[in-house]
DNA sequence: CAAATAAAAGACTTTTTTATCTTTTATTAA
DNA sequence: TTAATAAAAGATAAAAAAGTCTTTTATTTG
């Protein structure tokens, strides 16, 4: 569904809100711990975030990331998987025809449609804040 | 959604299909162009196909792939999937969690759940015929 | 039976994804 | 203002996925 790499950054994300609730910033160190994901790698993915303004990175003693509550409110999770993985959840299809359509539909065109539409709905209307309050209220995970 | 080779599978399989629905028995060189892949990976696709009893094979002269019109009403995507990609679209947490669940849920855990259930249902409940039928009719397409 | 045909098997190569390690830059606080 | 801290940047490395090439095995038909 999603690459490693993305799954990682939704993770993060997901952990920098629930810590940016309670005024925390966060260390990649303490990142990756949370997340159960590679130290250097997260820092890697880190940088993507940062570069398309999804945290907000803070660099020198008691630097780290945050997502301010404003922010986490607006921001979906679609912008996390469109930084990361682009947008062929989105858009591509199924059967990886390049040119599939209603004029040149695939067998499972119209199938497809329904799923895909499904995920970006999820996608598009879940913000950073609706599972980051989850998390931090101890009723979702992002290990095991 | 699917690795490349699992697109593939399924499209090829699709199209011996709908050549079985006319009798004809198809070779890899054919296969490779009906679907526009590489010609000496499909030979690999196949030989994973055939070994899981998708596709019937014969070798030498007139020989090539065909699944009997009864064998095709039978199969599912589902079991081509499998074959190819095992049954972690069936399965695993779309945020990569090892024992996510009810106890030890993801964030999306149950928003996944439910689109898990309709790629499967999807998966689980389309046979061969009912996809090959639309392509022999120039319904649908394996290609562009 | 021999030649031709076509898939199976095996050994590689290339590309992409995932991951690491080192150096640099920015910030802070003593 | 300097030492410590932490992210950014850059250069590699390892693993997995995608793809190729060569040889072998099975089958068929003249």
Do not use: W
């Not at 907000?56 to 469109?82: C, Q």
Request: with cysteine; glycine share 8%.
């Amino acid at each position: 569904m999603f690459s490693k790499t993305c799954e990682y950054a939704i993770k993060a994300c997901i952990y920098i809100a629930s810590q940016s609730l309670v005024q925390k910033r966060v260390g990649i160190k303490d990142i990756a711990q949370a997340i159960e994901s590679p130290e250097a790698f997260t820092g890697k993915i880190m940088q993507v975030l940062s570069k398309n303004h999804i945290v907000d990175s803070v660099k020198g003693p008691h630097g780290g990331f945050e997502i301010p509550e404003s922010a986490m409110k607006e921001k979906r999770l679609a912008e996390v998987v469109r930084a990361m993985d682009g947008d062929d959840i989105f858009k591509s299809c199924g059967l990886g025809l390049k040119e599939c359509s209603g004029a040149n539909p695939c067998p499972l065109h119209s199938q497809f449609a329904k799923i895909r539409a499904d995920i970006t709905k999820l996608l598009e209307t879940t913000s950073l804040y609706d599972v980051a309050t989850g998390l931090a209220d101890g009723l979702t995970f992002l290990k095991r």
